[in-house]
């Protein structure tokens, strides 16, 4: 079944330490990339990756890190996570970006 | 600033009602997704255009791209088609990144 795995579907943790939320897809998607949604701010895209080795700021990337070493891979790494990055993440992918997105189940985070 | 912007921010109905839900963009784009997210969070893809139309089931999705606009039509809604209902936008000139409307949270009354 094609689909994008994101986990920890929930995760509650303290300032300061550092987290990592996976994402993985097996589709074969060269297009991968990091959404936050808040309540009034709507989905907010924090890194994309167009392929292996090859990531890009979106419009909200302070204090987050990205990685793509596998092309079906992409973590979203928090390495001193602050309260303000309490909020619901969502992974996606698609063959690129302007084809159908697949989004994961999404990781609603909690940064005490 | 690219921005996206979609109206109404919120709508209920009648179940059977014809639902339209706009959104507007500011420069010329590649390409304009709708994405649907029920009570719960998932988010699901409905369409991807860069022109026209497309079709699928009771939904309708348009776009003119000489007035920047698009439109999501449900025909004979469903209380099962309530959700938020979000367009997406990439922009040209090598940017691969999306730009969101703040999503039309829609209820269809019994």
């Known amino acids: 079944e094609a689909q994008v795995t994101q986990n920890p579907r929930y995760l509650i943790t303290v300032t300061g330490k550092k987290l990592t939320v996976t994402c993985s897809q097996n589709?074969?998607?060269?297009?991968m990339s990091w959404y936050r949604q808040d309540p009034g701010l709507g989905l907010r895209q924090i890194y994309y990756?167009?392929?292996?080795?090859?990531?890009d700021k979106g419009d909200v990337p302070e204090g987050y890190k990205v990685s793509r070493k596998e092309k079906r891979n992409f973590p979203l790494i928090l390495e001193s996570p602050s309260p303000n990055q309490t909020s619901l993440y969502f992974c996606a992918s698609s063959l690129t970006v302007n084809e159908k997105l697949f989004f994961g189940s999404g990781t609603q985070l909690s940064v005490l | 600033k690219n921005e996206v912007e979609q109206s109404p921010q919120n709508l209920t109905a009648q179940e059977g009602e014809f639902i339209t839900i706009n959104c507007s963009y500011s420069v010329g784009i590649s390409a304009l997704h709708w994405l649907q997210q029920h009570p719960g969070g998932g988010i699901v893809s409905l369409f991807m255009?860069?022109?026209g139309k497309k079709k699928h089931g009771r939904l309708i999705a348009t776009i003119n791209i000489q007035e920047k606009h698009s439109s999501l039509h449900i025909t004979a809604s469903h209380p099962r088609d309530s959700a938020v209902y979000i367009c997406a936008v990439s922009f040209p000139f090598g940017n691969e990144k999306l730009t969101f409307g703040t999503g039309t949270r829609l209820t269809i009354i019994p």
């Open positions: 589709m074969n998607h060269e297009y």
């Open positions: 990756s167009m392929n292996v080795e090859v990531t």
């Open positions: 255009l860069s022109s």
